[in-house]
């Protein structure tokens, strides 16, 4: 077999393969052997038919076509093998030349992965955010903590903000009631603004059993973007009173004795949570560095196509929660469809870019994925996710997402590699630690969790407390550490391009 590779652009060759007849025996032998199970001929058994005949029966060239879409696929794998191409999609194959008995010749054009020319990356410097937490902050964060122990009480007067109020909508359009836009019983937060546009400004001033008709926009549903006529009818309302700020609410909120050691605390919190953010900018800041500072040829197929699956899957979303562009673009600011094109277009070009930059990086140092880089990754993403680790990895199996997964945690290793090689200051020329960063056990997580963020709801407050008010544990309790850091940049680019790499 002759083969050779013509570079067509940075991104893109021209593969020329020609096989001689004899390198085809293991193809007409698998073609010939389907094939006689396929064709019925009388006085032979099914298996069994000669080839001669089959030739005769079908007719040589079918045979032919049958041969060459078996064997091109495997011959131009082994091209690629033999001569390490890193291909990016499935090729534009053209059979040039079919010789019965002497020679098959065929042309495989594909886009490749660009080689790049990097510079020194031993005297790496990115600057940050200076880490400072202010009173205000901690006003914030016990604030919160507040909010959380405040007490439901039914009040006889209009709604005022931060009232809540049981409410029954009713929505209607050309008279006709929408049920998809009534509910009865929901308790909803005068003010927040989190519901329907001109709810609030309806239920200002309403008491129990009055009633106010208002016109908003749908946002979901066949008739999005419509106006709707919704009445909105107040059961009742009800004031939240608030604990007062001292040492027995600090008792109450935490295992704090004074309110002084529950805002240090918060505070303590508040600047490790700064910290993170710190690592998450220098990892940011450094990948763009290396886009700014690496020339990266782009396969615009590559792009395009990932740019089209992206809108597929988005207005599949969108038709799955009964909205339209429109209605999307109204409720996100966008301004065109263009625009939000142009957004996608540019990430996917960014991240194409980050996967082709710490590939050949991973590359000239050599990077290796153990297992325990691996089942490190799958426990975290698993985490992150919501599932066991043994599920994680069982849908990563199930989904022939092993390799792109094993791509993802190099690249991830490699930026984590990057990083702890990288001189980091803040804005006031002081050195950043990432020891900060590094992980932590799950329990010293857990015992990281500000406390007003693990305490149960207490139980003498009313079920008509939102939901929306109980605290999450950070995200930064969930992955800490250089590698975490490094995981978004790396995995967005494995992400953006994982249609391709499935070719």
């Known amino acids: 077999m002759k083969s050779t590779i013509e570079e067509l652009g940075p991104t893109r060759v021209r593969m020329a393969i020609e096989v001689p007849w004899g390198d085809l025996d293991h193809a007409f032998g698998e073609v010939y052997k389907e094939l006689g199970k396929q064709v019925r001929v009388p006085g032979f058994r099914p298996g069994k038919v000669p080839n001669r005949v089959l030739d005769q029966r079908l007719g040589r060239p079918v045979v032919l076509e049958q041969v060459v879409q078996h064997a091109v696929p495997e011959i131009y794998s082994e091209v690629i093998r033999e001569n390490q191409v890193r291909v990016l999609g499935q090729p534009d194959i053209e059979v040039t030349r079919l010789d019965d008995n002497d020679t098959l010749a065929f042309t495989a054009e594909v886009d490749v992965a660009p080689q790049l020319e990097l510079p020194a990356l031993d005297s790496l410097a990115v600057t940050v955010d200076d880490v400072e937490v202010t009173d205000e902050e901690v006003d914030q964060q016990i604030s919160v903590m507040r909010e959380r122990f405040g007490m439901l009480t039914g009040v006889e007067r ?6 809540f109020v ?63 006529d919704v009445t909105v009818t107040v059961r009742s309302v009800k004031e939240k009173e608030l604990p007062e700020l001292d040492d027995d609410f600090a008792q109450t909120a935490s295992e704090f004795d004074t309110l002084e050691e529950l805002r240090e605390d918060a505070r303590t919190r508040l600047a490790r949570t700064k910290v993170i953010q710190q690592g998450a900018q220098a990892r940011d800041k450094l990948v763009e560095h290396l886009i700014e500072t690496v020339e990266v040829p782009i396969p615009e197929n590559l792009v395009e196509r990932e740019v089209q699956w992206r809108n597929q899957a988005f207005e599949r979303e969108l038709a799955q929660a009964g909205m339209d562009w429109d209605a999307f673009l109204q409720m996100s600011g966008v301004d065109s469809r263009e625009d939000y094109e142009a957004d996608q277009r540019k990430n996917v070009e960014q991240a194409v870019k980050t996967q082709f930059i710490l590939d050949a990086i991973a590359d000239a140092r050599e990077v290796t994925v153990a297992n325990d880089d691996l089942s490190a990754q799958i426990m975290a993403q698993a985490q992150r996710n919501r599932m066991s680790p043994e599920q994680f990895a069982q849908q990563l199996q199930q989904s022939g997402n092993i390799a792109e997964f094993v791509a993802d945690v190099r690249r991830t290793k490699t930026l984590a590699q990057l990083l702890e090689q990288t001189t980091i200051t803040d804005e006031s020329g002081r050195t950043v630690d990432l020891e900060a960063l590094r992980p932590k056990t799950v329990q010293a997580a857990a ?52 249609d391709v790499n499935k070719a």
């Not at 209009?158 to 009232?163: L, P, S, V």
């Not at 836009?181 to 603004?193: A, D, H, K, R």
């Not at 975490?484 to 994982?498: C, K, P, Q």
């Open 158 to 163: 209009a709604a005022q903000d931060g009232d």
């Open 447 to 498: 015992e990281e969790t500000p406390a007003e963020e693990t305490e149960e709801t207490p139980a003498e407050e009313t079920e008509e407390t939102p939901a929306e008010e109980t605290e999450e544990a950070p995200a930064e309790a969930e992955e800490i550490g250089v590698q975490a850091v490094a995981t978004e940049a790396a995995e967005g680019a494995t992400e953006d391009t994982e």
């Open 166 to 228: 049981s409410i029954d909508l009713e929505a209607t359009l050309d008279g006709e009631v929408l049920e998809d836009g009534s509910t009865t019983g929901m308790s909803y937060e005068v003010g927040s603004g989190n519901l329907m546009e001109g709810l609030d400004d309806a239920v200002r001033g309403l008491s129990a059993d009055e009633s106010k008709t208002f016109q908003t926009a749908l946002l979901s549903g066949p008739d999005a973007g419509q106006l709707a």
